[in-house]
């Protein structure tokens, strides 16, 4: 079942990624928004890294975070590759 959430953009269905916080009609998981934007990249430029979002779908995302820190925290943990599998050429 589709469960839509506080935000316009934002919704839950436990058929895509476990129930996982997503962007409305993607695959596109708010924790990989936020980790863009925790990045350093603003959100204006985060279109340019995911050209199938839009900006109202970018801050509506950012602005869910604000509103769920703890719980996308936690998929951004849950979903973190481990340092011994990542390519020492890639800067973390």
């Known amino acids: ?19 996982e916080p997503i962007i409305h009609g993607t695959k596109t998981p708010v924790r990989a928004i936020v980790e863009l934007w925790r990045l350093g990249v603003f959100p204006e430029e985060i279109p340019q890294h995911l050209p199938h979002l839009n900006l109202a779908q970018i801050f509506d995302a950012l602005s869910y975070y604000s ?7 936690r998929y951004i943990e849950l979903n973190r590759v481990p340092d011994h599998l990542v390519h020492p050429a890639v800067n973390r």
């Open 1 to 19: 079942m589709l469960e839509t959430l506080t935000h316009c953009y934002v919704i839950s269905d436990p058929q895509i990624l476990g129930g």
């Open 67 to 73: 509103d769920h820190q703890d719980e996308i925290t």
